[in-house]
């Protein structure tokens, strides 16, 4: 730090080395929070790590807008206890089957696997319910790009992220 004594959050992230496992996870968070440059970042960094493009689509990109759209969806059909978890679980618990039938469920097949929608929730403030649609369709768009063409694997997820994370005018 030199002189100065007090670092920021840049000067922590320049510093501090990343696993892939932390960057996919931010991955993540950058996408429900709309954040298209600290998106961009980090695909860079996992690309350059050497990440299939593939994987990254599917691990980090497509769950993340699929918790999104499903809450999103639910939250406009039905309340939703959103303030507190266990509530949050008690409401989806209390939905008919035929609106929780998609939703996913735990390994052994004991209930919703309701945390990661209940982490959405925030963020679906950040999305239209058209634009998650949108971003889904996308996210299967590029899946087939990237196993049919010879485009280059980076460029296509750049276009994804920029397609759904740019506000529309």
Not at 84 to 98: D, Q, W
């Amino acid at each position: 730090l030199g002189e100065r004594r007090r670092a920021g959050l840049k000067t922590v992230q320049g510093l501090v080395s990343m696993s892939r496992a932390g960057v996919l996870w931010d991955l993540g968070n950058a996408i429900g929070k709309r954040d298209l440059p600290r998106a961009l970042e980090l695909l860079g960094t996992l690309m350059y790590q050497g990440q299939n493009a593939i994987g990254l689509l599917l691990a980090a990109i497509v769950p993340r807008v699929r918790s999104l759209l499903l809450i999103k969806d639910l939250g406009s059909r039905y309340k939703l206890n959103k303030f507190n978890y266990a509530g949050f679980c008690t409401s989806l618990e209390g939905l008919p089957s035929t609106a929780t039938g998609h939703l996913p469920r735990k390994k052994d097949g004991s209930g919703f696997n309701a945390y990661p929608l209940f982490l959405a929730l925030p963020e679906t403030g950040n999305f239209s319910l058209d634009e998650l649609h949108a971003a889904y369709k996308a996210c299967l768009a590029a899946n087939a790009k990237l196993v049919t063409s010879s485009l280059d694997p980076k460029l296509v997820l750049e276009r994804l992220l920029v397609g759904m994370l740019s506000k529309s005018s």
